[in-house]
């Protein structure tokens, strides 16, 4: 069984932000993120401009 130090539930704007923390302090931990999301992180406030056609499709990932 593997072992992690952090575990972060989800892959939301919030959750990548916890991440970003974990290794300010914590830069070689181990980090395990869990998500039934099978794409990338991305911001659902911008899905209205990309369908728009006011954003480019790749803009809308946070990351």
């Known amino acids: 069984m593997e072992h992690t130090q952090y575990l972060v539930v989800g892959s939301s704007h919030a959750a990548l ?19 039934r999301d099978a794409h ?15 954003s480019a499709p790749e803009r809308v990932f946070l990351r």
């Open 17 to 35: 932000e916890a991440i970003s923390a974990i290794r300010m302090h914590d830069a070689t931990g181990t980090l395990t993120v869990v998500t």
């Open 40 to 54: 990338l992180p991305y911001s659902p406030t911008v899905l209205p401009y990309v369908v728009s056609g006011k």
